[in-house]
């Protein structure tokens, strides 16, 4: 019996869809197994996904908020902070563990075929179960401060897909560096302290000069952000920061995958 050899795919196609779809009960069973570990043998379970935003939200809420005196346009700090601080936490953490994923799973990466791609794509699907639960800290936050919801939140099935195509195509283009560089998993926690920074987290975005925001909105946290914000607590949508967001968070996407399918005949080899 001859062996069966599986070549690389050609052409531009960054996603077999049809290939996802037949490897779709490994898929779950991967997310689920990633939840799973995350919460294994914790006393407090599953209410770490609410504790470590919270923790954040209270800090920056301090410091940020009653010393520093950062303005927020007017939005009670802790409502400012808490509506930006939830997808920042899910993008973070999101992105961080993609991006050690083909390193994490690199024992499986050897001995069976898959499709790669869900190496990377697993810890950001497992992670909006954290996303989920994280949530429920708006629902007091919201009731407190009686802030109205207006139909701003139609939009939110929009900037939850930029919140996932963001670690998505950053992951996928760190964990494809990573498996041959290790330097990435200790350069990353840098990064990811300065990118807090990036976006409108802990400060407003009208903070920034207006020459700059153009060039200031090409970061596309900044469109998914101020987006949550809108959605939430109302007003006008800012869509100055979203559209350029929009572009660029799509050009990160795309670049990300492109280099994991480029890359990724020889993952094994490099291992």
């Known amino acids: ?9 050609g052409g531009w196609q960054l996603i077999d869809f049809k290939e996802l779809k037949e490897y779709r009960d490994l898929f779950y069973f991967l997310v689920w197994r990633e939840i799973k570990v995350l919460y294994a043998q914790t006393i407090l379970g599953f209410s770490w996904a609410v504790l470590q935003p919270l923790v954040q939200i209270i800090i920056f809420t301090v410091v940020f908020g009653k010393v520093a005196k950062v303005p927020t346009d007017g939005i009670p700090y802790l409502v400012f902070s808490s509506v930006a601080i939830i997808p920042w936490t899910y993008i973070s953490q999101a992105m961080v563990q993609a991006s050690q994923s083909l390193v994490m799973g690199q024992n499986m990466l050897g001995k069976v075929y898959f499709p790669r791609i869900l190496f990377p794509a697993t810890p950001v699907l497992a992670r909006l179960f954290d996303f989920t639960i994280s949530m429920i800290i708006l629902i007091p936050v919201i009731l407190y401060y009686d802030v109205s919801l207006t139909w701003n939140l139609l939009y939110f099935p929009l900037f939850f897909i930029m919140m996932i195509a963001i670690p998505l195509g950053l992951g996928s283009w760190l964990a494809a560096i990573a498996i041959r560089f ?24 009208s903070s920034i000069p207006t020459k700059y925001r153009f060039l200031y909105s090409l970061n596309p946290i900044v469109g998914t952000i101020e987006g949550f914000r809108a959605c939430f607590l109302g007003g006008p949508m800012p869509w100055q920061y979203i559209l350029p967001g929009i572009v660029s968070g799509l050009v990160i996407l795309i670049a990300g995958l492109l280099y994991f399918k480029r890359t990724e005949r020889v993952f094994v080899d490099v291992i």
């Open 1 to 9: 019996m001859s062996p069966t050899i599986i070549k690389p795919q």
């Open 182 to 205: 290790r330097d990435v998993k200790h350069v990353l926690p840098f990064i990811v302290r300065m990118l807090i920074y990036s976006a409108p987290i802990v400060y407003s975005a």
